[in-house]
Protein backbone atom coordinates (compact mmCIF):
# COMPACT_ATOMS: atom_id res chain seq x y z
CA UNK A 1 0.00 0.00 0.00
CA UNK A 2 1.32 3.39 -0.54
CA UNK A 3 0.62 6.43 1.29
CA UNK A 4 0.78 10.43 -0.36
CA UNK A 5 0.51 12.87 2.58
CA UNK A 6 1.23 16.76 2.17
CA UNK A 7 1.32 19.64 4.04
CA UNK A 8 2.26 23.46 4.36
CA UNK A 9 -0.90 24.97 3.25
CA UNK A 10 -2.28 28.44 4.73
CA UNK A 11 -3.02 31.73 4.50
CA UNK A 12 -0.79 34.41 3.24
CA UNK A 13 -1.09 37.46 1.37
CA UNK A 14 -0.18 38.93 -1.59
CA UNK A 15 3.44 38.79 -2.37
CA UNK A 16 4.41 36.20 0.38
CA UNK A 17 5.88 32.68 0.23
CA UNK A 18 4.76 29.64 1.82
CA UNK A 19 6.39 26.02 1.18
CA UNK A 20 4.42 22.68 0.58
CA UNK A 21 5.54 19.27 1.17
CA UNK A 22 4.64 15.58 0.29
CA UNK A 23 5.89 12.18 1.39
CA UNK A 24 5.34 9.38 0.14
CA UNK A 25 5.38 6.02 2.03
CA UNK A 26 4.56 1.93 1.12
CA UNK A 27 5.71 -0.20 -0.70
CA UNK A 28 7.45 1.74 -3.71
CA UNK A 29 9.65 -0.05 -6.33
CA UNK A 30 10.67 3.25 -7.34
CA UNK A 31 9.42 6.74 -8.25
CA UNK A 32 8.99 8.16 -11.93
CA UNK A 33 7.88 11.55 -11.09
CA UNK A 34 6.78 13.59 -8.55
CA UNK A 35 4.44 16.40 -9.60
CA UNK A 36 1.99 19.38 -7.88
CA UNK A 37 -1.19 19.81 -9.53
CA UNK A 38 -3.87 22.66 -8.56
CA UNK A 39 -7.55 23.08 -8.13
CA UNK A 40 -9.26 26.93 -8.05
CA UNK A 41 -12.99 26.72 -6.99
CA UNK A 42 -14.61 25.96 -10.25
CA UNK A 43 -12.04 25.26 -12.62
CA UNK A 44 -10.08 22.14 -13.47
CA UNK A 45 -7.24 20.86 -11.85
CA UNK A 46 -3.96 21.79 -13.49
CA UNK A 47 -0.12 21.07 -14.14
CA UNK A 48 1.51 23.46 -11.96
CA UNK A 49 5.45 21.42 -11.77
CA UNK A 50 6.84 17.94 -12.32
CA UNK A 51 9.95 16.71 -10.80
CA UNK A 52 11.62 13.64 -13.22
CA UNK A 53 14.65 11.64 -13.22
CA UNK A 54 15.35 12.45 -9.36
CA UNK A 55 14.63 15.82 -9.39
CA UNK A 56 17.10 16.42 -13.07
CA UNK A 57 14.04 17.10 -14.83
CA UNK A 58 11.68 19.73 -14.11
CA UNK A 59 9.16 21.70 -15.80
CA UNK A 60 6.72 24.52 -14.98
CA UNK A 61 3.58 25.53 -16.13
CA UNK A 62 3.95 29.17 -17.35
CA UNK A 63 1.76 30.67 -14.86
CA UNK A 64 4.34 30.11 -12.04
CA UNK A 65 7.64 30.00 -14.17
CA UNK A 66 10.13 31.83 -12.30
CA UNK A 67 8.15 32.56 -8.97
CA UNK A 68 7.70 28.52 -7.82
CA UNK A 69 10.62 26.39 -7.57
CA UNK A 70 10.13 22.25 -7.55
CA UNK A 71 12.62 19.99 -5.39
CA UNK A 72 13.33 16.57 -4.15
CA UNK A 73 15.22 15.05 -0.85
CA UNK A 74 15.19 11.47 -2.74
CA UNK A 75 16.09 9.58 0.38
CA UNK A 76 13.13 10.72 1.82
CA UNK A 77 10.88 10.52 -1.02
CA UNK A 78 9.61 13.72 -0.70
CA UNK A 79 8.78 16.56 -2.79
CA UNK A 80 9.01 20.39 -1.86
CA UNK A 81 7.21 23.68 -3.44
CA UNK A 82 8.66 26.37 -2.66
CA UNK A 83 6.06 29.21 -3.32
CA UNK A 84 7.35 33.11 -3.66
CA UNK A 85 5.69 35.94 -4.89
CA UNK A 86 2.22 35.04 -4.08
CA UNK A 87 -0.72 36.46 -5.90
CA UNK A 88 -4.53 35.27 -5.27
CA UNK A 89 -4.85 33.59 -8.42
CA UNK A 90 -3.08 30.86 -6.58
CA UNK A 91 -5.60 30.43 -4.16
CA UNK A 92 -6.57 26.83 -4.81
CA UNK A 93 -5.80 23.64 -3.54
CA UNK A 94 -2.78 21.64 -3.80
CA UNK A 95 -2.07 18.00 -4.76
CA UNK A 96 0.95 15.86 -4.88
CA UNK A 97 0.70 13.50 -7.49
CA UNK A 98 3.56 10.49 -7.60
CA UNK A 99 4.01 8.57 -10.58
CA UNK A 100 5.56 5.26 -9.38
CA UNK A 101 5.87 1.63 -9.18
CA UNK A 102 4.46 -0.40 -6.49
CA UNK A 103 5.71 -3.37 -4.97
CA UNK A 104 2.18 -4.19 -4.25
CA UNK A 105 -0.39 -3.17 -7.07
CA UNK A 106 -0.50 -2.54 -10.69
CA UNK A 107 -1.72 1.15 -9.69
CA UNK A 108 0.92 3.56 -10.95
CA UNK A 109 -0.73 6.87 -9.86
CA UNK A 110 -1.08 8.18 -6.35
CA UNK A 111 -2.64 11.82 -5.13
CA UNK A 112 -2.70 13.29 -2.07
CA UNK A 113 -5.30 14.61 0.28
CA UNK A 114 -4.89 18.26 -1.49
CA UNK A 115 -3.55 21.24 1.12
CA UNK A 116 -5.77 24.83 1.11
CA UNK A 117 -3.39 27.62 -0.71
CA UNK A 118 -5.15 30.92 0.01
CA UNK A 119 -3.69 34.44 -1.08
CA UNK A 120 -5.57 37.10 0.35
CA UNK A 121 -4.83 40.35 1.79
Known amino acids: QVQVVESGGGLVQPGGSLILSCTVS????????MNWYRQAPGKERELVAR????????DYADFVKGRFTISRDNAQNTVYLQMNSLKSEDTAVYYC??????????????WGQGTQVTVSS
Open 97 to 110: NVDLVSLSDSNTDY
Open 26 to 33: GSIFSINS
Open 51 to 58: SRKRGEQV
